[in-house]
């Protein structure tokens, strides 16, 4: 489990962990948007003094309404809130990512698009 403390200017410390090559290997950063399409995830950030929610790196594969192919988008961040309170910090990104989730959203899909 790769693991990495992060931190911009102005913003507060992320704690990063990245999927190990068996975690993707078993399928485990592969996630299923549902109509949405499928996110590829690299790693997870969470800051350590709210672990309801974390957000996703990865890429997205996407086909809304009206579009004859999938759209793919490399690099975005899913923002997930989590059911309940984790202890993020113990545990692998595969075990992040298969928490019970409450909602989800990305900015990188256009408000406009439908479904």
């Not at 913003?11 to 950063?29: L, R």
């Not at 923002?79 to 928490?99: D, H, M, R, Y």
Request: aromatic share 14%; proline share 3%.
């Amino acid at each position: 489990m790769a693991v990495s403390i992060l931190s911009q200017k102005g913003e507060k410390k992320m704690t990063e962990i990245k999927f190990t090559w068996q975690e993707k290997v078993n399928g485990e950063s592969c996630i299923d948007l549902k109509e949405y399409g499928y996110f590829n995830a690299e790693a997870i950030l969470f800051n350590e003094e709210n672990q309801n929610w974390f957000k996703v790196r990865g890429s997205l594969i996407t086909c809304p309404k009206g579009q004859n192919v999938a759209i793919i988008f490399d690099d975005i961040e899913l923002f997930v809130e989590l059911l309940s309170c984790f202890n993020l910090k113990n545990l692998t990104a595969g075990e992040i990512i298969s928490l019970p989730w409450l909602t989800w959203h990305t900015e990188s899909i256009p408000k406009e698009w439908e479904y």
